[in-house]
């Protein structure tokens, strides 16, 4: 089992900058994926961006250039820092744990963030 641990988040302006946290702990695949979804209220959830143990990066298109995923492998944990919000931006920030190994793959979620940006 992996266990996630949120935080950041909160309330900020339009134009303005937040980053939200994600530690893992547990049973650690030596491969894995760490990465954010999100979910706005009457839409389905969707990738943000996501970052392999290799550190190979993807990104939403919606969130290219403004957003950057980094990791901290030694800490078992990646940062989402989140610059030039927008109110389309709102949503639910859900980090997301994907591992690895000869028995398959295992995906975890956190218990997700409030991310509001106010127009």
């Known amino acids: 089992q992996v266990q996630l641990v949120e935080s950041g988040g909160g309330l900020v302006q339009a134009g303005g900058f937040l980053r939200v946290s994600c530690a893992a702990s547990g049973s650690i695949f030596r491969i894995n994926a760490m990465g954010w979804y999100r979910q706005a209220p009457g839409k389905q959830r969707e990738l943000v961006a996501s970052?392999?143990?290799?550190?190979?990066?993807n990104y939403a298109p919606s969130v290219k250039g403004r957003f950057t995923i980094s990791r901290d492998n030694a800490k078992n944990t990646v940062y989402l820092q989140m610059n030039s919000l927008k109110p389309e931006d709102t949503a639910v920030y859900y980090c997301?744990?994907?591992?690895?190994?000869?028995?398959?793959?295992?995906?975890?979620w956190g218990q997700g963030t409030q991310v509001t940006v106010s127009s």
């Open positions: 997301n744990y994907r591992g690895w190994s000869r028995a398959g793959e295992y995906v975890y």
């Open positions: 970052i392999t143990s290799d550190s190979s990066t």
